[in-house]
């Protein structure tokens, strides 16, 4: 368990901001972003044993009221403590200029924390939404009805560029200053800490000019292993880690997935082991692609948002674990 001396509970922001958190550095992979967060808690959350974590990719938040109500609803998962969202729009035309990582707050009554991955860069039109009509921000989010203290935005050391010359003259596809990212947090449950790490692994299997996504892969979760390296308390990390490799490496166990096997390696047990593996498909391609693992903790149970339920709110289902600390 982490010393509670040493918890500092995030410096909430009262007042919303337009204003984009990010500045552009020296190259096209690197920003210096501030991590926005806000608080709609109107009470204590009760002490407990035992947390609800969901991890979910809302595809930028495209149906973003579909979605809260689905959350809010319930529609076959158990009510969420903890939320680690990926691919959340800030101030996107996409998306209505919306603030997506704070209005899952606010629905929910609940804090939440937000860093940026990418600053979208305008366009005519693009994969996953269409046309950006000024820059904005993408990025991970913790939202929580516990506090949220020693927040940290990583931004990982091997990331690919999205940022192409011809498709930001042209402005198609999707030019993006930035790369990925893990926004890491204490959750303070009682006299109990949770570490709780929101992902956006590399995507893809490699391409022209580009290295083995793979081992971008796991280097970034590497890197989480290291960063959490010498806690004693429980360690969650979760989210869309782009594992498209691992439904095949579970169904035909030849092989290992080579994120899963770094994590596995270091302690972390995968939260959603005891499913079959033809029932862990989370994503629209028919692959299993967002995982969460854990250390220093049990899994009470876990599950994955019913097709019947989620299907057409994200490219992505949501799943969920219950973790007892």
């Known amino acids: 368990m982490t010393d509670t001396a040493d918890w500092h509970e995030f410096p909430w922001q009262s007042v919303e901001s337009a204003e984009l958190l990010c500045v552009a550095g ?17 009470g204590q959350a009760e002490p407990t044993a035992e947390v ?3 991890a979910y990719n809302v595809e930028r938040g495209l149906r ?8 809010i609803d319930g529609s076959g998962m158990p009510r969420p403590d903890i939320l680690l969202l990926s691919e959340a729009d800030r101030g996107c035309s996409r998306t209505r200029a919306r603030n997506v990582a ?4 606010r629905a929910l009554g ?17 994969p996953g939404g269409g046309a950006v009509r000024r820059k904005c921000e993408h990025g991970n989010a913790i939202v929580s009805r516990f506090p949220l203290g020693n927040v940290r935005l990583i931004r ?3 990331t690919r560029s999205w940022h192409s010359s011809w498709q930001r003259l042209l402005r198609i596809g999707q030019p993006r200053l930035g ?22 692994f590399e995507s893809g299997q490699g391409g022209r000019g580009v290295r083995n996504r793979d081992e ?18 429980a360690v969650v990390i979760g989210g869309d880690m782009n594992v498209s490799g691992y439904l095949r490496a579970l169904t035909e166990r030849d092989q290992d997935e080579p994120t899963m096997a770094a994590l596995a390696g270091a302690g972390f047990e995968d939260a959603h082991a005891r499913i079959p593996p033809a029932d862990r498909v989370t994503s629209d391609s028919g692959v299993v692609i967002d995982a969460v693992v854990g250390r220093n903790l049990r899994f009470a149970g876990s599950g994955i948002g019913p097709e019947a339920s989620w299907k057409g709110l994200s490219d992505h289902r949501p799943i969920w674990v219950r973790v007892v600390l």
């Open 216 to 233: 971008i892969r796991m280097a970034q979760a590497i890197e989480l292993v290291d960063d959490a390296a010498g806690l004693d308390s």
């Open 156 to 158: 990982h050391s091997r």
């Open 64 to 71: 973003l009221d579909a979605q809260l109500e689905s959350v």
């Open 26 to 42: 020296e190259s096209a992979t690197d920003l210096d972003c501030r991590v926005e967060g806000a608080d709609f808690r109107t």
């Open 110 to 126: 609940m804090c939440y924390v937000y860093g940026v991955e990418f600053v979208e860069l305008p366009r005519f039109w693009g």
């Open 102 to 105: 704070r209005e899952y707050a």
């Open 52 to 54: 609800v974590v969901w």
């Open 179 to 200: 790369g990925r990212v893990a926004l890491a947090a204490d959750v303070s449950v009682g006299d109990r800490t949770l570490r709780v790490y929101s992902v956006h």
